[in-house]
C-alpha cells in the first residue's frame, strides 16, 4: 500500500483501491500545536512510526524526529528524539535517516554516513535499489542499483537513472519491492514503475498514472493505521493507494513412475509436477496446496522439491521448498502445505512433489497423490491480494508408484542397517514360518512371531518385556520355507 503523510490539522485515512471509489476513514488526531509533520514511514516488520517534524517558537524553527508505537493515540512527539533528522524511513530493522545534507544508515554506534548530499532517501527491501534526492543544480530525483552488503555501494555498472525534482525532500518513496516509485509534481501525487535494466542501460518510468491531486509525503507500507469513524470532510489525509495486484498460472502434471522403487530411509517417490509463472506485476506466494495421498509407510514426509535445471527429476542438491510429515496407514489421507515457495515476479518455476520413505515401507506398498485445486492458497507479496491463480482447476492424479523393496533374485531385506531410526523393516518374498532377534551370546530378545505380515514385518527395537533394547550388534533369524536366513544387525542409539 502507498501511506501518505499529512502536513497540519487534523488527520484521516483515504485508501484509494485499485478499483473502486475511495474509502475515508477517520484517524486519531496526533494534536501537533505548533508542531509541522514533515515526513512519517511505518516500519515493514513491526507497528513502529518513524516520522520527523519542524517546531515553531517564536520566530525560530528547528526540526527533529522520533520513533514512536503507529497506533499510538494522541500527539507521537516526545521521547528524547533525534535532533536534526529532516526526514527518515527503513531498511529491515535499520533506521534510514537524514539531515538534510546527507543520508546516514542505521542510529548510534551503527550509524554509518551513506550517501552525501542526499537530502532524502528509500531503500528497497532487498538492499537492491536506492532512490534518493540530491541536492544539487538542479535537483535531481536518482533511482541507482546498488552492490554488496548494506550499507551497500552504488554501482554505475548496474544501471541508474535521474530525473530533474522540483518537490520537497519527503515527497518521493520507494516500493519495498524496488518496482513502484512514487513522487510529488505539480499534478498531484504520481505512481511509477520503475525499471533498472542494468548493464549501465538507462533506467525507464512505465505505467505512469496520478493517483491524487492535493497530495504530499508519499509512502509506501504493508501497515494502515486503524480505522476509526468517518467524517473527514475538508482535512488533510493519510493516503493508501492500492497497487496492482499480481497473479499466477498453476500448471499441475503426474511424473512418471522408475522402473523400481527401494523402500530403503531417503528414497524419494516422484508423484507430481508443479509449475508456477508469475506476471511481471509482483512476487507471489504459494501458501496453501493440499493433496489426497494414497500408501503405507508411518514416517513419511511430502516434499516440494524446487527443479532447479528442468529436467524433471529431483538431482542431489536441489532445494527442499517446503516439508510435511505425512503418515501413512494404507487408507486416503488429506495433507496441506500451509506455507510455501515464493515466486518472484515474471518468472516461471517448476516443483517436484516427492514423498521421502522411512523405512517402513513395506514391499509392494503403492504410493499415490492427488492435486486438490480447492486447498490452493497464493498471497501477492506487495498487494496482499489473496488467490489470483489461474489453471490447474481440476484434480490431477499421479497414478499408482510401486515400491519394489527386493531385487530380481532376493528373498529377504532390511529397510536399514545400521539401524538409526525408531523400528526395524523386514521385508521379504514370502511370509516366513518364524522370526525372531538374538544377542551375539545367543539369547533370545524378541521373538517377531506376532508380527509378520505377508510382505513385511516391523521390529520396534524392542525386547519381550516392551522395554528399548540398548545400541549394539544382534543377530535375525528368520525361518523360511526350505531354508533358514541368519543377518547381524547394528542398533544405533541417539
Known amino acids: 500500500m502507498l501511506l501518505r503523510s499529512t502536513r497540519t490539522g487534523a488527520v484521516s485515512i483515504v485508501v484509494y483501491p485499485a478499483q473502486g471509489e475511495p474509502i475515508v476513514n477517520a484517524m486519531p488526531v496526533w494534536g501537533f500545536g505548533v508542531t509541522v509533520p514533515l515526513s512519517a514511514r511505518v516500519k515493514p516488520s513491526s507497528r513502529l512510526l518513524a516520522y520527523s517534524f519542524g517546531k515553531v517558537s517564536g520566530t525560530s524553527f528547528s526540526v527533529s524526529g522520533n520513533v514512536v508505537p503507529a497506533d499510538a493515540p494522541g500527539s507521537p512527539v516526545g521521547g528524547p528524539g533525534f535532533p536534526g533528522m529532516v526526514g527518515a524511513t527503513w531498511h529491515g530493522d535499520q533506521l534510514v535517516w537524514t539531515d538534510g545534507a546527507s543520508l546516514t544508515y542505521g542510529v548510534g554506534a551503527d550509524a554509518t554516513r551513506w ?12 538492499g537492491s535499489r536506492l532512490l534518493a534526492v540530491l541536492e544539487q543544480e538542479p ?3 536518482v533511482l541507482q542499483a546498488l552492490a554488496g552488503p548494506m550499507p551497500a555501494q552504488a554501482d554505475p555498472a548496474l544501471g541508474a537513472c535521474a530525473i530533474p525534482y522540483e518537490g520537497t525532500l519527503g515527497d518521493v518513496a520507494l516500493a519495498p519491492s524496488g518496482r513502484w516509485v512514487a513522487f510529488v509534481d505539480g499534478r498531484g501525487l504520481n505512481l511509477a514503475r ?100 494414497g500408501g503405507k509407510d508411518p514416517g513419511a514426509q511430502l516434499l516440494l522439491v524446487q527443479d532447479v535445471d528442468g529436467d524433471g527429476v529431483a538431482d542431489p542438491g536441489e532445494p527442499v521448498s517446503a516439508a510435511i510429515p505425512a503418515p501413512l496407514d494404507g487408507t486416503p489421507r488429506v495433507v496441506r502445505f500451509q506455507a510455501g515457495p515464493v515466486v518472484p515476479a515474471g518468472t516461471r518455476q517448476t516443483f517436484l512433489l516427492m514423498l521421502e520413505l522411512s523405512g517402513a515401507a513395506p ?40 515400491t519394489t523393496v527386493l531385487a530380481a533374485e532376493e528373498r529377504f531385506n532390511l529397510s536399514e542397517n545400521p539401524v538409526r531410526g525408531a523400528s526395524l523393516t523386514i521385508n521379504y518374498e514370502e511370509r516366513p514360518r518364524a522370526a525372531a532377534v538374538y544377542t551375539i551370546a545367543g539369547q533370545r530378545v524378541r521373538d517377531l512371531g506376532g508380527v509378520l505380515g505377508e510382505r513385511s514385518a516391523t521390529w520396534d527395537l524392542r525386547n519381550d518385556r516392551g522395554s528399548p533394547v540398548a545400541s549394539g550388534a544382534y543377530y535375525l533369524v528368520i525361518e523360511m520355507p526350505g531354508s533358514r536366513i541368519v543377518r547381524k544387525i547394528f542398533v544405533v542409539r541417539p
Do not use: K, M, W
Not at 115 to 126: K, L, M, N, Q, Y
Not at 271 to 285: F, M, N, P, R
Open 139 to 141: 535537483r535531481q530525483l
Open 194 to 293: 520503475a525499471e533498472v535494466p542494468g548493464g549501465g542501460a538507462p533506467c525507464a518510468l512505465s505505467g505512469h498514472r496520478i493517483v491524487a491531486t492535493n497530495a504530499d509525503d508519499p509512502a509506501f507500507s504493508g501497515y494502515t493505521f486503524p480505522a476509526a469513524a468517518p467524517g473527514s470532510a475538508g482535512r488533510r489525509a493519510v493516503h493508501a493507494i492500492g497497487l496492482p495486484a499480481g497473479s499466477v498460472a498453476l500448471d499441475v502434471q503426474p511424473l512418471p513412475a522408475p522402473e523400481r522403487i527401494q523402500s530403503a530411509r531417503g528414497t524419494r517417490v516422484p508423484l507430481l509436477s508443479i509449475t508456477a509463472e508469475t506476471d511481471s506485476v509482483e512476487a507471489v506466494a504459494i501458501v496453501g496446496l493440499g493433496f489426497e495421498l
Open 363 to 402: 514391499n509392494g506398498a503403492r504410493f499415490s497423490a492427488r492435486y486438490l485445486p480447492a486447498e490452493t492458497r497464493t498471497r501477492g507479496t506487495i498487494s496482499g491480494a489473496e488467490d489470483r491463480f489461474s489453471g490447474a482447476a481440476s484434480p490431477v492424479d499421479s497414478g499408482e508408484h510401486v
Open 115 to 126: 550517501v552525501p548530499g542526499a537530502s532524502f532517501g528509500e531503500v528497497s527491501r532487498d
